[in-house]
Each structure stands twice: as C-alpha cells, then as structure tokens.
C-alpha cells in the first residue's frame, strides 16, 4: 500500500515521484533535493481488524532548507490527505486498488530538528489507513 499511497499523493499534490517526494526513505541520490518529502512505513505492525479490514501505519517526513519551508512541505500532503475515507487509492503495479476506508492523521506536523547533514530542517507526521481487504 505504500507505493499505492504515494501515488495518490502525487496525484493529488503538485509534487513528483522521485523529484521531490519518494516512496521510502530519502534516497542517497535525492542528497542536494533541499525541499523534498518521503513517505515512510515505520517500524510497527499492520493490525488486522478482520478478515477485510486491517490497520496500516505511515510516516511522512518533509525537509526544507528553512523550517518555514520545511513546514509548507509538509503541509502540502497533509492537506492532500485530511479528512479522507472511501478513498481508493491507484493501482501500482499489482492488479488492485487498495480501499482506504479511513485515512486518519494522527497529529498536525511538527519540527523534529535537522536531518543528518545538518543543512534542512525536518516536519513530520504519522497517519494510520483503515484497509478494506476485500
């Protein structure tokens, strides 16, 4: 879901799959990408509800070379994704199109300090998917 995810936010944003938004974390090559945003799966567990329902888990990191730009990054796919439900998302190589029934931000972004070179500042924010497995 997590491919299919990104998709839709590229589709639903002005940002671009491998320009400035990546599906994982940022790659090594994205290094000199000032303001870009990643969405990842943290560490956790997909719980499932039911034998057609279950619970996925995401995080999305957003990167500017100043807070306030690393903010509107941010905000930029968390306005794309607030109050969503019965959202199918778009197939990606699969065959299927994932249901979310409930796309549920967990928290506004917040600044979480500088990335590992110490040149962009970091927002992040975590949102859970409620799956229709079927």
Same mark, same amino acid.
């Not at 320009?19 to 799966?41: H, R, W």
């Not at 299927?96 to 500042?121: C, F, M, W, Y």
């Given at each position: 879901?997590?491919?299919?995810?990104?998709?839709?936010?590229?589709?639903?944003?002005?940002?671009?799959?491998?320009?400035?938004?990546?599906?994982?974390?940022?790659?090594? $090559?994205?290094?000199?990408?000032? /303001? *870009? %945003?990643? @969405?990842?799966?943290?560490?956790?567990?997909? #719980?499932?509800?039911?034998?057609?329902?279950?619970?996925?888990?995401?995080?999305?990191?957003?990167?500017?070379? $100043?807070?306030?730009?690393?903010? /509107? *990054? %941010?905000? @930029?796919?968390?306005?794309?994704?607030?109050? #969503?439900?019965?959202?199918?998302?778009?197939?990606?190589?699969?065959?299927?199109?994932?249901?979310?029934?409930?796309?549920?931000?967990?928290?506004?972004?917040?600044?979480?300090?500088?990335?590992?070179?110490?040149?962009?500042?970091?927002?992040?924010?975590?949102?859970?998917?409620?799956?229709?497995?079927?």
């Amino acid at each position: 879901m997590l491919q299919e995810l990104c998709k839709y936010i590229e589709n639903n944003t002005a940002l671009t799959l491998g320009t400035d938004l990546f599906c994982g974390p940022f790659p090594a $090559d994205a290094s000199e990408t000032d /303001t *870009a %945003s990643c @969405v990842t799966e943290p560490p956790g567990y997909t #719980k499932p509800w039911s034998s057609v329902r279950s619970e996925k888990h995401f995080q999305v990191l957003a990167r500017g070379p $100043d807070t306030l730009a690393a903010r /509107t *990054a %941010s905000y @930029v796919i968390y306005n794309a994704l607030h109050i #969503k439900g019965e959202v199918t998302l778009p197939e990606v190589n699969t065959g299927d199109s994932p249901v979310a029934e409930v796309i549920n931000l967990s928290q506004t972004p917040g600044h979480i300090g500088k990335d590992a070179t110490g040149r962009r500042e970091l927002y992040s924010f975590n949102l859970v998917i409620h799956e229709r497995t079927s």
